[in-house]
């Protein structure tokens, strides 16, 4: 995101190209055309935060990232969100889907993504997952790295389907839920260094 808001160069096209469709490769993923779900993907821009902010609040409570940790999450360094929209709202509200990941220069860690209530079960979640494949893709990220609550079946469906594994588990990650964590990994790179396998 730029700090004026929208970059239009990065405005997502709403249909995939075939060429973007085998980029996202791998498994099958169910590959989602924005388009047949009434969507648009967009990056996201400043004056979309309030609405992150309360879609964060109805799926996470208290544990929802705020304004102000939003804020300052979008402004970090090798960030990009995108937000999923109806197809006829002009593309800026209201808001239906986000996600976002962080690219430290060899590996994209998916940060967050989050579907709304009403919305969710219809390829919003999918589909966004697949945009931040493509976009690690092109960053040109060895893999993609994640942390999933092992109590969020939803998630790791959706993450396993796309194609991730689960590596690792992290204990007590989530506080003060005191939950623990999938670490789950998909490469985009053969020749990646494998991490491990949980059995
Ligand atoms: C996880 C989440 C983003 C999925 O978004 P969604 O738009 O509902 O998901 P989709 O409709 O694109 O479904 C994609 C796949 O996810 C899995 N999935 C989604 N919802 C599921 C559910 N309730 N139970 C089991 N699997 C589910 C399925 O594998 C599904 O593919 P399929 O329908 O072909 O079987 C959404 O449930 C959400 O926002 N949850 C709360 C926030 C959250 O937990 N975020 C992840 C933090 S790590």
Not at 33 to 40: E, N
Request: include cysteine; aromatic fraction near 6%.
């Amino acid at each position: 995101m730029t700090d004026n808001g929208i970059d239009a160069d990065l405005e997502l096209t709403v249909e995939l190209s075939a060429k973007e469709r085998r980029d996202v490769a791998g498994p099958p993923n169910g590959a989602v055309d924005p388009a047949v779900l009434g969507i648009k993907v967009r990056e996201l821009v400043w004056a979309d935060v309030t609405q992150v902010a309360a879609i964060e609040s109805k799926l996470f409570g208290a544990s929802a990232w705020t304004m102000g940790m939003l804020t300052e999450e979008l402004r970090g360094t090798g960030r990009w969100y995108i937000g999923a929209h109806p197809i006829d709202d002009g593309g800026h509200t209201p808001l239906v889907g986000y996600g976002g990941l962080w690219f430290d220069g060899q590996d994209a860690h998916i940060m967050t993504i989050g579907v709304h209530p009403k919305h969710q079960g219809r390829g919003i979640g999918q589909t966004l997952m697949n945009q931040l494949v493509i976009h690690a893709r092109a960053r040109g990220a060895c893999k993609m790295l994640l942390e999933v609550a092992v109590n969020n079946p939803a998630a790791i469906a959706m993450y396993t389907r796309a194609g991730f594994e689960k590596i690792g588990l992290r204990k007590r990650y989530y506080q003060p839920e005191d939950v623990d964590a999938y670490t789950m990994q998909l490469v985009l790179k053969d020749g990646a260094p494998p991490v491990g396998t949980l059995p």
